[in-house]
C-alpha cells in the first residue's frame, strides 16, 4: 500500500464537505469521493468540490450507472474534469436491483455486460472530442449524435473505477476498468481470495498488467474516544449493508451465515437497528471495519498494507434511527483526517 488515503464525504451540507475536503487536501490524502443517492446529486457536490480544492483527485463514488443517460454521464465527467483542471475519477456500479427499480421503475438485466458496454460507450464519447460523430449500436444502447454535440474532454480519458463485489463485475473491471472501488463488505481475506484472482483474470483476458491498475478498498471507519460507541456506529453500518440479500453470498464466503440469518430477521421482519447492530458480530468488525480510539485505529488500518494500492476510509452514516446526525458525521470525518494525516 503506496498510497496516501482517501476519504468518503458522507455529507449532506455541501458546505460541511467543501471545508472537510480542504482539511483532507492540506492532510495529504490522495481523493475525496462524494456518493450518489436520490437526495444528493454527486455531480453537482462534487463541482462544489472542484472549487474549493486544488491538488486532491476528487471522485464519484460511486455514480449508479443506469440511471442515467450515456451522454449525460459523459458530459457531467468532462465538466468535471475541466473545472478541477483533469482530477476527476469517475466512479461507476451497476446499483443493485432494488436500488435500480425505486430510482427509475426500470430493471437493468445482466448488469456486468451493460456496464461494459457503457465504459466502451463512455470512452468512444471522448475519443471523438466533439469532433466527429457518434454512431453506436450496442446490445443495450444505440445512440447517433452529431459531433458538435459531444464534449470536449481536456484529457484524453477520464479514470474509470468500478465497484464490484461479485466474481462477474470483478472480472469485468480487471478487463475494462482503470481501478476498482472494493465494497465495504470486503475483508483482507476476501480481498486475497476472491477480489485479486478475479481480478486477475481480467487483466489476462485484456493482456493488461497489474501495474496498470489501481486498487483501493473502502474501510467502514469509526473513530472516537469511546471505543464502544465506533464499534457500535461502524456495527450499524455494516448491518445496513449485509442486510442487502446480494452481498449475501460475501457472508457464507466467512463463514457468517449466522449473523446472516440475524441481520436479514432483524432489518425486514422486526425493523430494529439495536437488533441489527447487535447481530453484527466481534470477528466481523475485527475483520471488516476500522474501529476504536485514534491509536488502535492506526494500527487496524496496517492489516491492509500490500494488499491494496490505497485505503478509502469510509465514515458511517446509518445509526438507530436508520440515519446517524450528520454532526457526528462531521466529527467523526474530522478525526479520521486527523488521525490518517500524512
Known sequence: MTGAPAVIMQLDDIHAEQRLAAMAEDAGF?????PDTPRSNVFVHLAALATATR????????????????????????????????????????????Q????????????????????????????????RDLDFKGDFYTIAAQGMLLPRPIRPQVPIYVAGVGAAMLRLTGEVADGLAGHPCCSVRYLKEMVLPCLADGFRKSGRRRDDFRLTNWIVTS?????????????????????????????DFH???????????????????????RAVSDRMLDELAIAGTPDECRTQLARYHDVIDFPTLYPPGVGP??????????????????????
Open 30 to 34: 490522495e481523493l475525496a469521493w462524494i
Open 100 to 131: 435500480n427499480l425505486f430510482e427509475t421503475g426500470q430493471r437493468y438485466d445482466h448488469a456486468a455486460t451493460r456496464l461494459r458496454e457503457l465504459i466502451r460507450l463512455l470512452r468512444e464519447i471522448w475519443a471523438l472530442n466533439g469532433e
Open 223 to 251: 473513530i472516537a474516544s469511546d471505543r464502544a460507541r465506533a464499534r457500535r456506529e461502524a456495527a450499524y453500518q455494516l448491518g445496513f449493508y449485509f442486510a442487502t440479500r446480494t452481498y449475501g453470498h460475501v457472508l
Open 55 to 98: 491538488r486532491i483527485q476528487l471522485g464519484s463514488g460511486i455514480a449508479r450507472a443506469f440511471v442515467r443517460a450515456p451522454l449525460t454521464t459523459a458530459a457531467a465527467a468532462v465538466d468535471l474534469d475541466r473545472l478541477s483542471r483533469g482530477r476527476l475519477v469517475l466512479g461507476l456500479a451497476s446499483g443493485t436491483p432494488k
Open 255 to 277: 463463514g457468517w451465515e449466522r449473523e446472516k440469518t440475524e441481520i436479514q430477521r432483524a432489518f425486514f421482519e422486526t425493523r430494529d437497528m439495536e437488533a441489527v447492530a
Open 321 to 342: 434511527g436508520r440515519v446517524l446526525p450528520q454532526e457526528r458525521v462531521a466529527e467523526n470525518l474530522e478525526l479520521i483526517i486527523r488521525t490518517f494525516a500524512r
